[in-house]
């Protein structure tokens, strides 16, 4: 068995050709030629305007008196068939590939496109938004870029970050030609690779401009990056910390995926308070400067190349003077004002245990110009006793300051007095009453359980805090009751 090649006329037995780097088999019915791309017996050729390569050869099988011949062509695209924007891939076919025809006059039966060697139908074709379009001259596959079927892939070129997009697609034509009534099928796989797109990674700072120095953190989100790039570590100007380190000191690095896990972010929190940032105070604005200097150290496997992204972020904040919260009371009531110096108020109050909403500020809240003034009576819900005396309440309000964006306390008060408050009470027309208070050190206490000596002497009213006793004429005069009642 001998092969020609053309147009070069090269003749090569078996041996010969298989050197070159071919490979050469054949059955009873089929003849296998492999080639490389680039080789050397392979010319470019254009077709339709766009340059293809193409193999031709002629393969001789000898017998004693017989010689047969079979000739054989192929051809294929190369990358000048394709056209790129940031958002579509064009493929461009020759509908008539001239080294493959004997004649001008054709018929073409079938159209098909595929991905990865496997046909696409009508449905799946509109699902992934391809498109083929069969010309005069020419047929057009375009794929979106970032379409379903491919992949993208990461890469650095002097420490900047691209992607590239990568699909297989695959185009099956069957036409006839009218000359020698013989159907001919063919079918090309043709990975496509986009150039390097740049996509130079973000850091977003999203540190909200009215928190609390003391509590406030950087919260920062480095991307957006595919799936083969990992953090390893963050530099900051004292330290090289890995992700575990910071972790482990709060930092709080977490890798988050987009809806359709195609790409990925980092996100970290970084305490004002924390030594790798740099503070600035300007006396003389009136503000305090917080920065943070730091350099994200990546990586993109399998190939282990490293790269790295640096960024500088900073929070200009007011001078906050911390609030400060003063009472006092009088014969009835509570009085908290709570004074907000030189900020807007950037806290939500805890009275108690209920929050200063609207309709709780309508009802006790006195306002000023940099302070607020809450007002309630000693006997208020959001109050506890502490004690209780013959003629006196001592009653205790809490108020606490809270950082709406982490439930911190930022400061708390406590104010407690004793109010005068007649407990026990008799009337001139024989009646008696008392009033029973629960207390702060016994918070299981049911009032409305409470009696006198004298289990049937019960409470007229009760809730979770009193219970109150009224006596009636009848039942003062009764002596054991008296010294019972009075007793209260």
Known sequence: MTVVFSPSKNVMNVDEVQRKGYAIAN????????????????YLQNVAGVPMRVLSTSTFFEQKWLVTRVDATAVCPTPEAVAFTPEVITWYMPKHIDPLFSSDAFTMLEVYMGIDAKRLD?????????????????????????AVG?????????????????????????????????????????????????????????????????????????GTFNLDVELLNITFPTMVLTVAECNARGFNVQEQRSPDNTLKTFRMEVPFSDPVVFKERRAEQGVTTFTLQLIYGLVIFPEYAPFSHSAVVDAVLLDIVPPSVTGNCDQENFHITVDYRNQEPF??????????????????????????????????PDAVFE?????????????????????????????????????????????MTALAVKVDSVPGLNPGQLTLSDPACGPTYSDDRFAYFHFTELLWHHQEVYQQCHAV
């Not at 420490?159 to 185009?171: H, K, R």
């Not at 709406?404 to 009337?427: H, R, V």
Request: aromatic share 10%; proline share 7%; with cysteine.
């Open 122 to 146: 009508t449905e799946e074709m509109a699902a992934r938004n391809y498109s083929v379009l069969v010309t005069e001259a020419h047929i057009i596959v375009e794929i979106p870029v970032g």
């Open 27 to 42: 059955t009873p019915t089929r003849l296998v030629l492999r080639s490389p791309h680039n080789a050397e017996e392979t």
């Open 150 to 222: 491919g992949y993208f892939k990461s890469h650095i070129q002097d420490d900047q970050y691209f992607v590239t997009y990568t699909i297989e697609p695959m185009l099956e034509l069957l036409w006839i030609e009218e000359v020698a009534h013989e159907n001919t099928s063919y079918k090309v796989l043709f990975p496509i690779t986009t150039p390097p797109m740049a996509r130079p990674p973000q850091v977003r700072n999203y540190t909200p401009l009215d928190t609390v120095p003391e509590q406030a953190v950087f919260v920062l989100e480095l």
């Open 387 to 431: 004690s209780v005396h013959s003629s006196s309440v001592r009653s205790r309000l809490d108020v606490a300051l809270l950082n709406p964006y982490n439930n911190m306390t930022i400061k708390y008060f406590s104010l407690a007095c004793s109010f005068l408050k007649t407990l026990t009470e008799c009337f001139s027309n024989g009646t």
């Open 347 to 380: 806290f939500v109050v805890l009275v108690g245990k209920r929050l200063l909403n609207h309709e709780f500020a309508q009802q006790y809240l006195t306002e000023g110009d940099t302070d607020f003034t809450i007002t309630l009576p000693f006997s208020s």
